[in-house]
DNA sequence: GACCAGGCACATC
DNA sequence: GATGTGCATGGT
């Protein structure tokens, strides 16, 4: 098989079919959501975007006038909720200061130009980055996240201390530039990841058992 | 009770 | 430049 990164999805799909992600109703209601899991089981996050919603304040304006503390008690349930409520306000900051409250002026910006905007906003790394790129703004960037590192690096397909930017590589390069493939990749790398690919993986009916793995140790 | 989740910035060596 | 640490809730 040539292309082993291209034969995981169709495995992953043919598994687990379509994902349809990015579980948001609207534009910016999937920026907060990529804030809000970093790090974070997503049934957590689940919880706090709906208490901004009840409290009617997901909206680029409402958190931009909402105080730190009413935020912070809003966002609770998805952890770490006093560095997100500076994520929040730091990715809301640049969307009211420097393009006047307008996620339309965000998006007339070039995938280079808006990934760079984004990445230099404190609580912005890489991954975040590009969730909003794909998922928020349709551009064609692969999100890579611990488990897409952990599935390639467990099939032998990249080495183990490899960085962000070689696993982006890895798989943009194996694919072609397609919104709607790098969605679904995506989510399904996150579902293949939490059925089975756990630090102490259970691999037993695990769909890409056909792929060869290397050897670990866990413990 | 231990483990872990759809990261990131910062301190320290 | 690499490695370690704090941040925090909630499900399994």
């Not at 928020?136 to 080495?159: G, K």
């Amino acid at each position: 098989m040539e292309n082993k990164v291209y034969q995981i999805y169709q495995l992953l799909f043919e598994s687990f079919g379509e994902q349809y992600w990015w579980p948001g109703e609207s534009r910016f209601e999937i920026m907060v959501g990529a804030v809000l899991t970093q790090n974070t089981n997503w049934q957590n996050v689940e919880k706090a975007i709906n208490n901004l919603k009840k409290a009617g304040v997901l909206s680029p304006e409402a958190i931009y006038k909402i105080s730190p503390e009413q935020l912070a008690e809003l966002i609770r349930p998805a952890g770490y909720f006093n560095v997100k409520t500076k994520r929040l306000k730091n990715l809301i900051n640049c969307i009211f200061l420097d393009y006047g409250g307008s996620l339309g002026n965000l998006a007339n910006l070039s995938d280079y130009e808006l990934r760079s905007r984004l990445l230099e906003i404190k609580g912005i790394g890489m991954e975040t980055a590009d969730s909003i790129m794909l998922y928020a703004f349709e551009r064609a960037v692969f999100v890579v996240d611990t488990y897409t590192a952990r599935v390639l690096i467990r099939h032998n397909l990249i080495d183990e201390d490899c960085d962000y930017d070689q696993l982006k590589e890895l798989l943009e390069s194996s694919l072609a530039p397609d919104v709607k493939l790098f969605n679904e990749f995506h989510a399904l790398f996150v579902e293949v990841g939490k059925r089975f690919c756990r630090p102490k993986p259970k691999c037993d009916s695990c769909p890409l058992n056909v792929i060869p793995k290397a050897d670990f140790d866990y413990d």
